[in-house]
């Protein structure tokens, strides 16, 4: 399956540490989103990406959060310094909207962040 | 600011009848798709159905079909023939010309047998 990728789904960690998650897309689709989601809600937009290049940040995405696509393939997300109220899960996306199909994101599995 | 409300937190319905989900939605914009994405129990979320605003026609995925109205802003979802699989949160989603996805705050949908 060439679907979204997320590592890790899980992850426990201790308020004020770093954690970093990293984002595979699907391999021809050029933008990629990172969205939190926190329980009992709809995710919330963080940021995307078009091929290496940031678009766009929410103003969620406080200056601990940052967020790379290197070389326009997989991307990391790296949250400095963690709160307990970073607990959530984060959910990467990617699409192509040249394809035809514009909006239409393809989801990972998420990575559930648990801040302790 | 576009905004989305789902005004049914959660519905329980029988297995194989109909069922039809409310979302309604806010924006200045003319131009914008409308979606509705399932996300099962501990599963990933995977979009049901995608309408543009310029088209008229409703958009119809097999069992399930909106009811887009333009006018009201408001976008239902309807699945017919509901089954066991279809229990899971449903999102009703917005996005306009800058490819951000605004969801909803979601419909818990359960199946019964």
């Known amino acids: 399956d060439t679907g979204v990728s997320q590592d890790p789904r899980h992850k426990i960690t201790k308020r004020g540490q770093n954690v970093t998650f990293r984002c595979d897309p699907i391999s021809e689709h050029n933008r990629l989103y990172w969205y939190r989601q926190t329980l009992g809600q709809g995710p919330e937009f963080l940021t995307y990406f078009q091929n290496e290049a940031q678009l766009e940040k929410s103003r969620l995405l406080s200056d601990r959060f940052s967020a790379e696509r290197p070389k326009g393939s997989f991307s990391t997300l790296e949250i400095q310094r963690t709160e307990q109220g970073d607990s959530a899960m984060y959910l990467c996306a990617s699409s192509s909207p040249e394809a035809g199909r514009a909006g239409e994101q393809y989801f990972g599995p998420g990575t559930r962040l648990t801040v302790t | 600011a576009q905004t989305v409300t789902q005004s049914q937190p959660e519905m329980s319905v029988q297995e194989a009848e109909t069922v039809t989900l409310s979302c309604t939605y806010d924006?200045?914009?003319?131009?914008?798709?409308l979606f509705w994405y399932k996300q099962p129990p501990s599963r990933q979320m995977i979009l049901v159905i995608r309408q543009e605003a310029y088209k008229q026609q409703n958009a119809t995925e097999n069992r399930f079909s909106v009811n887009f109205q333009k006018a009201a802003k408001s976008f239902s979802l309807k699945i017919s023939d509901s089954q066991l699989g279809d229990t899971a949160m449903y999102f009703c989603a917005f996005m306009n010309r800058d490819d951000k996805i605004i969801f909803g705050k979601g419909t818990r949908l359960h199946i019964l047998p």
């Open positions: 924006t200045s914009e003319n131009n914008y798709y």
